[in-house]
Nanobody
Framework: VRLVESGGGSVQTGGSLRLSCTIS????????MGWFRQAPGQEREGVAT???????YYADSVKGRFTISQDNAKNTLDLQMNSLKPEDTAMYYC??????????????????????WGQGTQVTVSS
């Protein structure tokens, strides 16, 4: 199974980007899926996750600005990012667990338990 991200780029503050993660298998057994990011010198963090039942969870820093969604027909996981800020600059990764995660892992956007990760796509927001 492969996950391939696309859609990253450079934008100015206030701009928008839409990231897409193409997954090489059906999403019906994808488990918890999510978008994570890592800025230089910082730890990887969970940005947004979506659970088997479609429930979405967001980091406080992106609530109201980012929207995670999945398209089961296209086998994609998307992240619409609006009102971008310089602090959103990072490498963004998608991941899928393909299994049940321990209680709270998906909701709290924990890094553990994901069976597959993409290679990442860079997002740069300039002021």
């Amino acid at each position: 199974v492969r996950l391939v991200e696309s859609g990253g780029g450079s934008v100015q503050t206030g701009g928008s980007l839409r990231l897409s993660c193409t997954i090489s298998t059906s999403l019906s057994d994808s488990g918890c899926m999510g978008w994570f990011r890592q800025a230089p010198g910082q730890e990887r963090e969970g940005v947004a996750t979506i659970d088997r039942d479609g429930s979405a969870y967001y980091a406080d820093s992106v609530k109201g600005r980012f929207t995670i969604s999945q398209d089961n027909a296209k086998n994609t996981l998307d992240l619409q990012m609006n009102s971008l800020k310089p602090e959103d600059t990072a490498m963004y990764y998608c991941a899928a667990s393909f299994a049940f995660l321990p209680r709270g892992y998906c909701q709290n956007r924990k890094l553990e338990g994901y069976a597959r990760w993409g290679q990442g796509t860079q997002v740069t927001v300039s002021s």
